[in-house]
């Protein structure tokens, strides 16, 4: 019997909705440590150095994943894909809850982090399947910010929560509400909107089922033929690397020493930006799909960005009103970033889209993982002996320096955006296929 519509919106968004509780709960798992560094460090025995190491477990096994994850998008399909990160991840909460040394505490941020690791690429596979290509942007960009709502959960609820409850029992209740979301994922996702009796937004001839799907060398060999893909991977890094490495590490020290804020002060104006950045998700997407077009709006966010930091991070005497101003609008541009998944996916033909999308993933958080320590390095590098309270303090000179970094890859990004050839907000349906209409 054949299928005569596309399913309604709301079927597709409660599909998409259970793969976005879990790309929400590998953010708060992502940040929660933060809000428990004395629990922690007092029950494993542990210094600072120690608590960063067990906590970067989670992005190493992350990042790791972000190309097999592509792969298995494309040959599993997004429910098993999901279902299977989930599993995992609620094994690994429930391990770092129980954890009683600090080698299988390690474990479970290693398995916590490669079950979540599939769920943001899960979720643009949903995108691809179950909405039509006009939407993907605004999905994709609805899809950082369900993440960011929960780095936000995981910073003054937890807070909140830490003053009733242990560590360990809200790490075990995370576990209970992750195996909840597994659970509905296998119940209520499906792959294809066929598979609920509905016509499939995918052209007829490029379901998984009707093509020869790559193994992950082919898979990495085939998406780099088209050129788009080696532009488009540099330039995520920039955009994230820049947001998360001045407000998941250097810019509170940065707001308190040379802008004379408290540290709650400056890491208000941090956690600012991060909500900035998670409006400007769905914002981009939106405008993306509704002019059609992704490179235009991307280089405007990319170049934007790019000048709001220059004014941040090189003009240290800002007015107060002045420096929130470019902190909002860096971030809420940082959101142009969320295209770069459209357009990646919309570059190759769609049984790649998988791969793609975890390639670029892995390129977004390649930015923090390079920056984060490189800007570090240079600080040292800069440093004049000056200390307070036991605690380094760099100066203005060092700061600038290390940012430099950050600022030299935004223009590389925008300079690498002039080069890609737009794809007009339409899916690549075939291998042969050299440019959508327009």
Same mark, same amino acid.
């Given at each position: ?48 150095? *120690? ?11 992350? &990042? ?30 429930? #391990?770092?809850?129980?954890? !009683?040394?600090?080698?299988?505490? *390690? ?7 490669? !079950? ?20 993907? @942007? ?66 007829? !001839? ?14 990495? &060999? ?18 994230? *690397? ?6 998941? %590490? ?18 208000? #104006?941090?956690?600012?930006?991060? &909500?900035?950045?998670? &409006? ?25 960005? %790019?000048? @709001? ?13 002045? %420096? ?73 000179? @060092? ?40």
């Amino acid at each position: 019997m054949m299928t005569q519509s596309t399913p309604p919106l709301r079927i597709a968004w409660l599909v998409w909705s259970l793969g976005a509780l879990l790309y929400l709960m590998g953010f708060f798992q992502r940040v929660a440590p933060a809000v428990m560094t004395d629990e922690l460090m007092r029950t494993f025995s542990i210094n600072a150095a *120690g608590l960063g190491s067990l906590s970067a477990l989670y992005f190493y096994s992350y &990042v790791a994943m972000q190309i097999p994850t592509g792969i298995l998008a494309d040959r599993w399909g997004p429910r098993r894909l999901l279902a299977a990160g989930a599993l995992v991840a609620a094994l690994g909460t429930a #391990l770092f809850a129980l954890a !009683g040394s600090l080698f299988w505490a *390690g474990m479970g941020r290693l398995l916590i982090g490669g !079950g979540v690791a599939v769920a943001f690429v899960g979720l643009l596979k949903v995108a691809t399947n179950w909405f039509p290509t006009r939407l993907f @942007a605004l999905v994709s960009g609805l899809a950082l910010f369900s993440g960011i709502v929960g780095a936000v959960f995981a910073d003054p609820p937890l807070r909140l929560m830490m003053a009733w409850y242990s560590w360990r029992a809200i790490i075990a209740g995370s576990a209970v509400v992750t195996l909840a979301i597994c659970i509905g994922i296998w119940v209520f996702v499906r792959d294809t909107p066929s598979e609920k009796g509905y016509a499939d937004f995918v052209q007829p !001839g490029t379901t998984q089922q009707e093509v020869n799907q790559p193994g992950i060398l082919g898979g990495l &060999v085939a998406i780099f033929r088209y050129t788009n893909t080696w532009l488009i991977c540099f330039i995520p890094g920039a955009v994230v *690397g820049a947001v998360l490495t001045f407000s998941g %590490l250097w810019g509170v020290p940065y707001l308190a020493t040379h802008h004379n804020l408290s540290t709650a002060g400056a890491s208000a #104006l941090a956690t600012t930006l991060m &909500v900035a950045w998670a &409006v400007g998700g769905p914002a981009f997407g939106w405008f993306s799909d509704r002019v059609g077009r992704l490179k235009t709006p991307y280089l405007w966010g990319c170049t934007i960005a %790019l000048a @709001a930091w220059g004014g941040i991070l090189l003009l240290p005497d800002l007015p107060m009103p002045v %420096l929130i101003t470019l902190l909002v609008i860096a971030g809420f541009c940082s959101g142009c970033m969320i295209i770069g998944f459209a357009f990646a996916k919309e570059s190759v033909p769609v049984h790649l889209a998988g791969t793609v999308s975890g390639l670029v993933n892995m390129c977004t958080m390649a930015g923090p993982m390079i920056l984060q320590p490189a800007v570090g390095w240079i600080l040292d590098q800069k440093w004049q002996g000056q200390m307070e309270n036991g605690i380094r303090v760099y100066p203005l000179e @060092a700061y600038q320096a290390g940012f430099a970094l950050m600022l030299a890859w935004l223009v590389l990004a925008c300079v690498l955006l002039v080069f890609t050839r737009e794809t007009n907000c339409c899916q690549m349906a075939y291998p042969d296929q050299q440019a959508c209409p327009s």
